[in-house]
């Protein structure tokens, strides 16, 4: 009986934690010719705080100019903490892919940084700070002002 209710103790626990979660995601799409660009900001609901943000472009594979881009730009962030690259090819497409834990890889970090890619991210205003940290309500609005669609679950 004592370990019956260790179990459900530990159960219950574990539902009290994940329900209290406030992280979101949002995600954002927005097609430009042949590419097709998605943005995944997650969030912090309770202090409208971006946790992380991937970017995601999706192109024929005949870009290969843009392949060379994208390689050349992932090899100048290899080994950041936080930083994750990808560039695979399905089905005829060139899908690379960038994701930035912002609790690894702070704002002061890419504010610092000489990468081209934080600083565009910066300056289109995807990232939008608030204080010391990036804020969702704001960074989306941007996101929609600069003609990306929500998509809903």
């Known amino acids: 009986m004592k370990k019956f209710f260790q179990i ?17 995601t949002a995600t954002f799409t927005q097609k430009s010719g042949d ?11 309770k202090t409208d705080t971006v946790t992380k943000i991937k970017i995601e472009t999706n192109e ?8 060379k881009d994208n390689e050349k730009l992932f090899e100048s ?9 990808s560039i695979t090819e399905k089905d005829g ?7 930035v834990d912002l609790t690894k890889y702070t704002l002061s ?4 940084s000489n990468n081209l890619f934080f600083a565009g991210l910066l300056q289109s205003g995807f990232l939008t700070e608030d204080g010391d940290h990036v ?3 704001k960074s989306k609005e941007v996101a929609l002002k600069r003609g990306m669609t929500e998509q809903t679950k």
Not at 14 to 21: A, D, E, I, N, R
Not at 60 to 67: D, G, K, M, V
Not at 93 to 99: F, G, M, R, T
């Open 93 to 99: 497409k060139l899908i690379s892919s960038v994701e």
């Open 135 to 137: 804020s969702f309500s």
């Open 8 to 24: 459900i103790l530990g159960i219950s626990f574990l539902f009290l934690l994940v329900g209290c979660s406030s992280q979101e």
């Open 60 to 67: 024929p594979t005949e870009h290969t100019e843009a392949r």
């Open 35 to 45: 590419t097709d660009v998605t943005l995944v900001y997650t969030y912090d609901k």
């Open 77 to 85: 962030m290899k080994g950041l903490n936080g930083v994750v690259t």
């Open 109 to 112: 970090k890419l504010k610092e």
